[in-house]
């Protein structure tokens, strides 16, 4: 499994899992803010982040990721990450197969035009879980 976070504020350095492998990033940091990461994420390969943030970092950092063999990648993650734990999303879209929306409202205690919505938006790519993000693959 790849461990992957997010990160949009260079205050939450601390957030971030010191096993993280992939990282997301919604702003360009500075090279002092990218080399705390790095020294914080000593597994970390890959980092996504938009065309926008990528034209705006420097190149000396881009050449500090480089020598770290850390691969830059243009995506796109547009969209709200969908706010339930992954575990229950799993569960609701485990148990729709067997049973109706009525049947899953009352076992589950979610309101049915929530699980109408978490099954049509399953494929989203992003979790909400708590004040993490889950990016899956």
């Keep these: 499994m790849v461990v992957k976070d997010s990160l949009n504020d260079f205050k939450k350095i601390s957030s971030l899992d010191s096993s993280c492998q992939e990282l997301h990033i919604t702003k360009s940091f500075s090279i002092k ?4 990461i790095i020294t914080k994420c000593k597994r970390l390969k890959l980092i996504t982040l938009s065309k926008t943030t990528k034209n705006r970092m420097g190149e000396n950092t881009k050449k500090l990721l480089r020598s770290k063999k850390i691969a ?4 796109n993650e547009q969209g709200r990450p969908i706010d339930i734990p992954a575990a229950k999303l799993k569960k609701i879209i485990e148990m729709h197969k067997d049973f ?3 049947e899953l409202e009352e076992k589950l205690k979610v309101p049915k035009s929530t699980i109408h919505y978490l099954i049509r938006k399953s ?3 992003k979790l909400k ?4 993000i889950i990016y899956l693959k």
């Design 33 to 36: 803010i990218i080399t705390k």
């Design 72 to 75: 830059l990648q243009i995506k």
């Design 100 to 102: 109706s929306y009525r």
């Design 123 to 125: 494929k989203k790519k």
């Design 129 to 132: 879980d708590g004040k993490k």
